[in-house]
Nanobody, 122 residues
Framework: QLQLVESGGGLVQPGGSLRLSCVAS????????AGWFRQAPGKEREGVSC????????GYADSVKGRFTISRDFAKNTVYLQMNSLRPEDTGVYYC???????????????WGKGTLVTVSS
């Protein structure tokens, strides 16, 4: 059983940056594609970014392209999301996910973290 624990959320001003981390327990993590979703207040959960099991292919939602960067550290069983030029509309709970069953950014995944809150506000 895989457990995912997110960290790095917080309050940041518009234009600022945050780096989210997702640490996985279990050696199987490195065999899965992994990624991030977010859910804004009153909205449905949406895919933000994903990275394949080898780390060589990534995908992004149009709303974050050019601002967010996903990466993974196989030695640390960790996936990161570097978020730059943050906007108020980036506010939400960010969830780590692994084992994408229907492709990048699709919410049919095998494992979810509990989320970390990101608030972008002045």
């Amino acid at each position: 059983q895989l457990q995912l624990v997110e960290s790095g959320g917080g309050l940041v001003q518009p234009g600022g940056s945050l780096r989210l981390s997702c640490v996985a327990s279990g050696s199987a993590f490195n065999s899965y594609a992994a990624g991030w979703f977010r859910q804004a207040p009153g909205k449905e959960r949406e895919g933000v970014s994903c990275i394949n099991s080898r780390g060589g292919s990534t995908g992004y939602a149009d709303s974050v392209k050019g601002r967010f960067t996903i990466s993974r550290d196989f030695a640390k069983n960790t996936v990161y999301l570097q978020m730059n030029s943050l906007r108020p509309e980036d506010t939400g709970v960010y969830y780590c996910a692994a084992d994408f069953k229907l492709g990048c950014l699709n919410s049919d995944v095998g494992y979810w973290g509990k989320g970390t809150l990101v608030t972008v506000s002045s």
